[in-house]
């Protein structure tokens, strides 16, 4: 059987910026947007941590989805990120990204209780079956409080129309575990940073990540290079990045970026509360570790 | 300076019943409410992670405050839930409890991104500065995501109206420390069942527990032997209850208080999805606990 | 079944001191063991890791057990550390201290690679069917780097001379498994020092520690508090001594307790490397801690 | 400065084997030693974590550095483990290694008390100023109990001598670390068996393992697709070898090496008490997996 899996390489996550007084700014979103589209990244993922996803409401989510599908305007595929603490809000944002064009989407079992795995499946089950488009089922217990197991991952890949998934625990030996047990075809996506060489070297079929907001270059040279089999180029390229991609991860991806894009001159408008800016110290560093980036690509 | 502290003993958490189709049941939750303020019980605290606060929308929380201050009518304090992810609506929600008659407001810093001390702090610190009621501040990493410092702790009491710490962790060192720091004067509160003894021993002004909606005589007997200077007859209150208290934590609180419930006779009508019920095994191993507790205290 | 349960109350632990040339010293040791009897502990634990048994050869620890046994003299019984890597070694110190007339030992499942349940219990077996004394098996993953479970405490306490369990994971939960699983019979004796409280408000029998080294009184006041079921005094008096607790746990005991004895005026001679002596800083912070002991206890 | 870095590849470490009464079997452990050399690793390594070092007297210690040096001969270099808890011991043993002839030393920081860094540091500084051949620094918290950060180990790396690292936390970022920190030159070696890949990918100069003992071809094909740059293939070896080296690590590699060479009809000897045998269940997943590498290889 041939899954459906729309993305490979580099699936770029826009921030969601704000305007002073906290309202979603969608004008500006929209410009985010094209730098990504326009630099090169594979696809386009709103909608996730970067994006701030669980800090919006409900209309504020369906605007950024259309927004992106507007502005991306099928040049790459969208990847929309539908993730909700319930299942009957989980349904209704997928059934929309779904309506409005999305390619996919994305989803994590958000957890305030420690979800069981048979909730777990359930709830994948009842959103799977409202919608045609395929899922990417998403693992990260330092944001959603709960750990997908290999073992559950295997099985919430038995869902028809599940068919990516996407490893962010930083524990390459998850994704060996992937491969070795689920067999070649399947997909499994990098979200975490610092390990994207090492998950590439595993087989990865794509790094979900928010640096193409600032480095595009270096992420798609990597990927090019692995693409190439050329690990030794892929290890200078990635060694050349890795400052950064640990400083965005150890920072917060939203207020890294943010500041990233102010120091390289481009608007990205403001945090919503209780998030704040970097400090000025932490935004020096950032200056630092960008020109040094910059430097050793030249 | 007198710190306005108005919760001390037992500070009972209900559940919040969902009807078949999961929508909130407030007729139901006001009787679950009255069975726990004639138990016996010296306060109640709507909205907390029992009442599964997360999983409703505005217009439901606002609901089962009003529902609880209705139902309590005066007869003991009430302690209202108001975190959010955003402080925008922490704000709004610690606002609606003050004036719906609200005696306090509880606050966990919910993160989904980690958040910084400075973050935090100025998250209790907005909220504090429109509000008059005192804020109980909460600390339970294992469920909004950050483990908050005994420094920052220490700092957020400096915050007028922040009386109150709710300490979650498990780990009873951090009690220890909270009464050598910050003195004798600190009304700091145990939020881990399964501590309960050990809390009283370091010297806990109060209990939060979702316990009393299925062994009230126990939760309170316990506390008056504490009281009473006379540990021997606290451990022994306590070593009986021992089992029912761990077994509510690993199963989720709202799973496992309304399967007790059931047990004994007493509607709790639905859960929200995703979550479960227990399973019929999980049942019949709470119905076993349920009769030893009852035995011992014959 | 009577058991036989040899210990309860303070249970003492001398440090091994050493000659400047890092031979041990064995006059001055028995001196450090007189201070511990005359200053009223109830049982001496030579060979512990506060006696840094792992760094002394064979004919060293038999030497240091033969001259605490000498020195005690039967005014209270001795506890003699045999624990060692392999099975063989362990069943010849255990032999040894038996001879020599110890009136229990104490094992701790030594472990370089981790032990499975099966090879813990078989190596008790096997020393315990060399000696008659009682054994006290001891827990605590810190040092020994392998976590003895409460299912596998309960399968050693099978073995007939298996009497007593020290348990120094710092998680008062276990303890409560043990008096909750095991009964009221069985002894067990905690060895987190920040715990005192905790332990003793679960029932523990005694508590093994260094601290008489340098406060005997608070030590002992607490103990009787507790023994007096008057837990208002035991916090009071475990408050007073928690931050010179903390600090020897958390700056190692040999290097803590040397400093401290030299700040008291009492040589306490040499480590062995690679352990050092305090920094100047540290032991500065000692001493503060060590003035405000007795500042709260006049 | 060129550092003396006498290996690469595959560093292969052989079990020390044991007669019917558990005394070390030194005819056969040259025969085990001959295995490695012949099926082509290229470098041996004795008295590691696999070897059991620290379950043997001095006297054993010193007639398996002989035996091993005897029956190299010349063909390889011979790295020899020389760890112990004392100083006084480390230097002994190292000096009797470098008189015996061995190219190297490794030192792992042994540790019962947590080490601070100060301590460590003297520790490899006074081993290296009493021999001339360089160190190989061994980082695994998992057996000696302390975690030696970058910062250290690039401390470590200003003593002349100490000029090899040996990485085993199983995180591959200390290796992104190591060589992002440190610069291309340092030479570190991996010495976590399922990170093999991601190591190398990483850059690492070595792989230290005892995987030779059953599986000498795939170990050394792996390391010749890495040194050609072709990653596809390295992955696809990777991936037939993969079961294995997490079962020998998850089993204990003298239990697991001992128990396959037996499947593979080669007599390896007796383990020394408490270490015992695989169960029968254990053995029997062993063959599957040896009989799948083979299976795939062919």
Known sequence: MQ??????????????????????????????????????????APLGSTGVLPYLSDEEKEAVTV?????????????????????????YHAKFAEQAGADA?????????????????????????????????????ATSGVDMSPALLKRLLQIPNVTMIKESTGDVQRMHYLRKELGDEVAFYNGSNPLALAAFAAGATGWCTAAPNLIPELNLDL????????????????????????????KGLPRAIKAGLKLK??????????????????????????????????
Request: aromatic share 10%; with cysteine; glycine share 6%.
């Open 3 to 44: 899954k459906n899996i729309p993305f490979k390489g580099i699936i770029a996550y826009p921030i969601t910026p704000f305007t002073e007084n906290e309202t979603v700014d969608i004008p500006l979103f929209k410009q985010l947007v094209e730098r990504l589209v326009s630099s090169g990244s594979h696809g386009i």
């Open 67 to 91: 927004a992106t599908l507007q502005q991306v305007a099928g040049r790459v595929p969208v990847l929309a990120g539908v993730s909700n603490l319930t299942t009957e809000r989980t349904i």
């Open 105 to 141: 989407v994305m989803i994590i079992p958000m957890s305030y209780w420690k979800l069981t795995d048979e909730e777990i499946f359930r709830h994948y089950e009842a959103v799977a079956g409202k919608i045609s488009i395929p899922i990417m089922a998403y693992n990260n217990p």
């Open 223 to 250: 990927y090019q290079a692995v693409a190439g089999n050329n690990y030794e180029a892929a290890r200078d390229i990635f060694y050349r990045q890795l400052r950064l991609l640990q400083f965005i991860v150890s």
């Open 265 to 298: 001159g481009i608007d990205a408008g403001y945090l919503r509360s209780p998030l704040q800016p970097l400090t000025a110290e932490e935004t020096g560093q950032l200056q630092n570790i960008l020109r040094d980036c910059v430097a050793e690509t030249v």
